[in-house]
């Protein structure tokens, strides 16, 4: 029905990629082929390459870090590439989707050298999810404190984003560790969580849930988190095999898993403002600008975008494989791809940091 501008090759592609896999994060074709879809790749330039399962991009000026889940911390400044040491105080577990995940410089990071990071690890206690303090420290980075700890892992679905708010607080996303969904129902879990910290590691004191760093509850596998000028925060989250989620996040709130999904409502329990129907997205990093969030879709292959004002979606940038982040700043997008994550189907290049301009991508 649409325009579609994707090269009959590159549908083929990834059409194979699709066949080897079996879960939320996987490979797969694009669904949603009927819809319209703007897709100006040709735009994208690529800033680095040859990352290992690269999961977040932070920036600095004009300097890259990009966590890498293996456990290395990847520089690019002006064109140079510098794979940084993390001196984790915990072996990182090799579990599938785990390893060094969210990674955000403090607001404050030239004064101080302090980052925040959210790793799996893995020791005789078991399998958990942390979130620490980061110091850069010569060319590498050191584990300085831990915020919070013992946060609930399983076979999948560890969350692993972490973002400051406009509020100067630090957001992370849990998943519900896979084996148990229900303690995404209990707020006394910090699993399949968006959580509120302080930058010491201690609850603010206008969170929803006295004592608690629990923001909003009911989540399966959240990974992105972004807020709209004015404040008003979103998440995406990975649904159950298709319905993946947007949500417009609200603190004390119930977004329902593992009882409602997709479309279905119930009281006291929040509806996402778009959902994926029967098709996947396998939506991870986020980032919104002028009401339009733009979702990095690991299944999907592509950059989404999902119009808030007119309540519609479409396809930005595809072709390029599975894109686990996305970040907008001044008159870019940076976004990078996660074709070494085991899922995929890497080229000796891959995988990548691209940038493209804001103006490319907003056709629509
Ligand atoms: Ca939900």
């Not at 879709?297 to 686990?324: C, D, H, M, P, Y």
């Amino acid at each position: 029905m649409g325009k579609i501008l994707i090269p009959v090759w590159l549908m083929l592609l990834s059409l194979v990629a699709a066949c080897s896999n079996d879960n939320s994060e996987s490979s797969q074709s694009p669904g949603g082929s009927d819809e319209e879809t703007f897709v100006q790749t040709e735009a994208a330039e690529v800033l680095a390459e040859q990352l290992n399962v690269p999961w977040s991009i932070a920036k600095n000026g004009e300097t890259f870090f990009l966590s890498e889940r293996p456990g290395a911390i990847v520089k690019v400044e002006t064109g140079q590439m510098t794979r940084q040491d993390v001196r984790l105080n915990k072996p990182l577990s090799n579990a599938p989707e785990a390893g060094l995940l969210g990674f955000v410089l403090s607001p404050d990071f030239n004064e101080t050298s302090r980052a925040y990071a959210y790793y799996t690890y893995q020791d005789a206690t078991g399998q958990f999810n942390r979130i620490v303090e980061l110091l850069a420290e010569g060319e590498g980075w050191t584990e300085a404190k831990v915020l919070l700890d013992k946060l609930p892992s399983g076979q999948v679905h560890h969350g692993g984003r972490l973002k400051i708010g406009p509020d100067n607080k630090l957001y992370a996303t849990t998943g519900d560790a896979s084996s148990e969904p229900e303690i995404a129902q209990n707020v006394e879990s910090l699993g399949g969580k968006i959580l509120r910290l302080n930058f010491d590691g201690t609850v603010p004191e206008d969170n929803p849930f006295k004592d608690s760093f629990v923001y909003s509850y009911g989540h399966r596998n959240p990974q992105g988190l972004g807020w709209k000028e004015g404040g008003t925060m979103y998440a995406s989250e990975h649904g159950p095999s298709a319905q993946d989620e947007i949500n417009q996040i609200q603190a004390g709130k119930n977004y329902g898993w593992p009882f409602i999904k997709g479309d279905e409502e119930r009281e006291g329990m929040e509806t996402p403002i778009f959902n994926s129907g029967d098709s996947t997205w396998a939506p991870s990093g986020i980032a919104i600008s002028n009401d339009k969030l733009y979702a990095a879709s690991l299944r999907g292959q592509a950059i989404r975008v999902f119009n808030l004002k007119e309540n519609e979606t479409n396809e930005v940038v595809s072709g390029l494989g599975r894109i686990r982040d996305v970040m907008i700043d001044g008159d870019y997008m940076y976004f990078i791809s996660n074709n070494t994550d085991g899922r995929g189907t890497p080229d000796e290049t891959d995988d990548k940091l691209y940038r493209i301009p804001l103006s490319a991508i907003n056709g629509k």
